[in-house]
């Protein structure tokens, strides 16, 4: 399924452009048909309130991501029905060592008409590399050169007391403009999945007026994308309009994109079968019983796998949870099977890694007993390490299908171990995440994790490297860190595969994190929606969606 564009491109000692230039739309389950007048329509999309204002470095989570994506194109992007990624706003990226790479760029312009130039990626990126800058998607630059001076190690970690020192300097020696449309990036050694990488957010460019004033732009953020700002409603929807000069080589079909907060999935959902809504990417459980939403939007949905996963992470920095026993037999406490009967009609499939099928290197049962339901075994390991509960699992309640979720596996851990536990909510995502991101949490808490770009890569550095972006328990592993740098520096993705492979079974002996299902997605759409695919990222794609009236 997945496509070797990358590997196959790469030849070491010869100097290749590594990806196509952009060509045909995206496929997959769709509405099919064509646009008709819906250039001058704006469409109504589920989602929920951003946790931070929309910088692109600074935005790692859903409701934020999708508008970004609407508002800015990256130096790649990415085909919807398989994630196959070719060039976007970037014309060549070119490597003989898969180390050094030199960047060119196409004609391209940001929505105030000023032009996207090579300093436009390397300001952007110094800017989110940079320690005091505190963005949450900094570590996506470690591996340039220069980043350590620029973003020193803080030595007990985000939540020990101690501050990092003071930076070396402020931009990354690694990063030098050759002149307005060329840019050269030199790496601390090879990593020959960069390239694949430069089409997520934290690798967007930022406009000349961000630095000169940061709190304007983030009051109406100006991108490149196909998308530009136009209102935002806190609590309510942000709204996008197309955007007449987008130099893309792909238009959007329709006017402009609501994206609209809901109090609760089932509100959303209302809304979407009432034809009040045009696009809901994830239906509520309550619509997946006995598959109710197959007869609500009979001709208007779809059942689709994409790249991701759905786990429940520990604060390993709290004692309750520091032992990797006690995590092990929490996992072994779910039966994912039942869950997945129970609360989605058995449209999920139960997890056995944290690495999701299709994509290359990918291998079944990674984790093995540790995530078999195994009552008993849970029992012994929980006695063994001395845990006597009670159990708390939270998660945001706004989010599809949380809650339904969450009370299951309590149900499930209670009738395995014999332990108290509760389902413990938090009202909406951006505080549920404020709580993580302050290294505040004191229960297990609901993750999940959709591909920034089509690597497995991109399921283990993010998450389980020490000091990672968005390694949200601080689980540390020198083992496993190291099998990961030797991943990232081998010379082709293939070579990488079983370094990567090694990394994830010892990170699931570990048990950071419990892998619970693979993701696929129950999408909807209004009757008036003629084009609705949802792409490999569980995003409706924006180019090809198209109304029929």
Known sequence: MRSRRVAASLAVGVSVALFASACGGGG????GGAGGDGAATTISVYSTEPENPLVP????????????????????????????PYNDVAESIETTDSQNYTITLKDWTFHDGTPVTSSSF??????????????????FFSQIQGFADVNPTDPDGESGPAEAPAPAAETMSGLQVVDDKTFTVALTAPFSVFP?????SAFAPLPESFFTDQAAFEAAPIGNGPFRYVDRQPGANITVETWADFPGERKPQVGGVEFRSYASPEAGYADLVAGNLDYMEQLPPSALVGRLFEQDLAGRNSNTTYLGMNTIAFPIYDPKYADPRVRVALSMAIDRQAVSDQVYDGLRDPAAGIVPPGLDGYVD??????????PDRAKQLLAEAGFTGPIELTSNADGAGNQEVFQAFCISITNATGLECNFVPVPTFAEFRTTINAREATTPFRTGWSADYPSIENFLNPLYRTGASANDGEYSNPQVDALL??????PSPDAAFGFYQEA???ILQDMPTIPTFYSNTQAGWSPRMSTATTNQFRELDLITAAVSE
């Open 28 to 31: 997959g389950d769709s509405a």
């Open 57 to 84: 470095s600074n935005t790692n989570e859903v409701g934020g991501g999708r508008v970004i994506d609407a508002l800015f194109s990256y130096l790649v992007g990415y085909e919807a029905e398989d994630a196959a």
């Open 122 to 139: 390397v300001d952007a990126w110094n800017f989110a590399a940079y320690g005091p800058n505190a963005q949450q998607n900094s570590s």
């Open 196 to 200: 694949t990488t430069l089409g997520y």
């Open 365 to 374: 049962g990674q984790c093995g007993e540790n995530c078999t339901y195994n």
């Open 485 to 490: 740098a030797q991943g990232d520096a081998a």
């Open 504 to 506: 994830e079974r010892l």
